[in-house]
């Protein structure tokens, strides 16, 4: 091998050094927006987890506060057809003060502002918990999307280092600007795209 030839050889690995460089900084940015959306994603899923068991919890105890509501009015009814039916005064006093306390206990179950547990409320808490699933199960799915980007961009760039073929890096790259896009909307605009 000449001088030259020498030479040459040297400059092209020399060349292709400086290019794998910049392919294993490319994967290691990549590596970390994925751990970054993969982090998110996990938070979001989790969140999302909860919310909608809080929820369900909720709801099951609106449910339970509807069926008391329900079964203390129906007693206040019997109790004021009781009374249409009765002469006897004293039995009468008695039975209207029951019919009143049923119908306070009826009005309380639906509404007790003090407490937060009247129906009302509980419908009112349950929406909020469901909302707030939604949310995080939409954060949830842009950020599987930005992890599945990233990944496919670190396999890509790989790709390159033993084959050469520079527009895999390229593509990456458009893959790392769409991760971080799909990352962002999972951020601060999650309900933007409807992905689920």
């Known amino acids: ?6 030479m040459e050889h040297a400059e092209h690995a020399e060349h292709a050094s400086g290019s794998n460089k910049k392919i294993a900084l490319l994967i290691a940015v990549l590596a970390l927006f ?3 959306s993969e982090t998110l994603g996990k938070g ?7 919310k909608n068991v ?5 709801w099951a105890f609106f449910q339970a506060k509807s069926i008391r509501r329900t079964v203390v009015l129906t007693a206040s009814e019997q109790g004021k057809l009781t009374l249409a039916g009765t002469t006897d005064e004293a039995l009468k006093a ?9 119908t ?5 179950y639906r509404s007790e502002p003090e407490t937060g547990e009247g ?3 509980l419908a009112e808490k349950a929406k909020h918990a469901e909302h707030e699933r939604d949310e995080a199960t939409a954060k949830y ?11 496919i961009g670190i396999v890509l760039a790989s790709a390159t280092i033993i084959t050469g073929m520079i527009a895999l890096a390229y593509v990456g790259g458009i893959l790392t600007l769409a991760g971080l896009m799909m990352t962002a909307l999972g951020l601060w605009w999650p309900h933007l795209l409807h992905l689920h």
């Open 1 to 6: 091998m000449s001088a030259h030839e020498s």
């Open 34 to 36: 994925l751990a970054i």
């Open 44 to 50: 979001a899923q989790t969140e999302s987890i909860s």
């Open 54 to 58: 809080e929820a369900a919890n909720l």
């Open 94 to 102: 008695t039975v209207q003060k029951q019919v009143d306390d049923w």
């Open 104 to 108: 306070k206990t009826a009005a309380r």
């Open 119 to 121: 129906t009302e409320q």
């Open 141 to 151: 799915h842009h950020f599987e999307l930005a992890s599945a980007a990233f990944q």
